[in-house]
């Protein structure tokens, strides 16, 4: 007897049994052994059950338990993984970040900094800060830089010498190497933490002064404002 003839069994009812209460949807461990039991007890002496058929059975039930014991170490370690990002978020709250992105947060009449990676050494870096409808307000060029990390100060003004207004601005780097080639760039937001929040079961931290939310993943760099100790998760 095969899990479909059990399944068969069900549908058709069992023993004056409804087809409600033998649903296939509900057959457990317990009615499989039941039925085992039953068919065991109302074999024919003269052709008995091929055991080989009931060990075909049993491997079948041991296979279904073990896919439900999966599902439920899935769940646990989901669980799990969520509250380790509960006790992330409570440890970042008020730290420094830095984190993969291109925006950086102006105050007006105030100087803001740009960070990025240069994966090799360049000739000639150009940056080039955009406002929130995408024009380009303003140009660094930079000149030769080596490879590693580098901090830019942009005074807060435009191409014009004039402040710009509050708020935040996105900025991409252009670097060559001596031959005219693309040098691979990465670049990088820094700002305070001030804000954990879940959505589709993604752990989103928000900065201070920034209105888009960054991901634990994006985050490579934290600093302790309190003591001053930056953590490397990568480095920028």
């Known amino acids: 007897m095969s899990i479909n003839q059990l399944n068969q069994i069900q549908a058709s009812g069992l023993g004056g049994t409804s087809k409600k209460a033998l649903s296939p949807k509900t057959l457990s461990e317990e009615d499989f052994y039941t039925l085992l039991i039953t068919q065991l007890q109302n074999q024919d002496p003269l052709n008995p059950l091929d055991s080989q058929q009931m060990m075909s059975q049993i491997s079948q039930l041991t296979q279904l338990n073990a896919i439900k014991n999966m599902e439920k170490h899935i769940e646990d370690m989901t669980k799990y993984q969520l509250s380790v990002n509960n006790l992330a978020a409570l440890s970042l709250l008020g730290k420094e970040v830095a ?138």
Do not use: C
């Open 99 to 236: 984190a993969q992105g291109n925006t950086i947060h102006l105050t007006e009449g105030s100087n803001a900094n740009i960070q990025f990676l240069l994966n090799n050494d360049a000739q000639d870096v150009v940056l080039s800060i955009y406002d929130t409808n995408g024009n380009q307000i303003r140009t660094l060029d930079i000149g030769k830089q080596s490879a590693g990390e580098h901090t830019i100060t942009w005074d807060g003004r435009d191409n014009s010498g004039n402040f710009v207004p509050s708020g935040s601005y996105k900025f991409d780097v252009a670097a060559v190497d001596q031959n005219g080639n693309p040098v691979e760039t990465s670049t990088y937001m820094t700002g305070k933490v001030t804000e954990a929040d879940f959505d589709n079961n993604t752990l989103y931290l928000y900065l201070q002064g920034y209105n888009q939310p960054v991901s634990l993943d994006q985050i490579v760099k934290i600093k302790d404002i309190n003591n001053t100790q930056n953590n490397n998760q990568g480095g920028v």
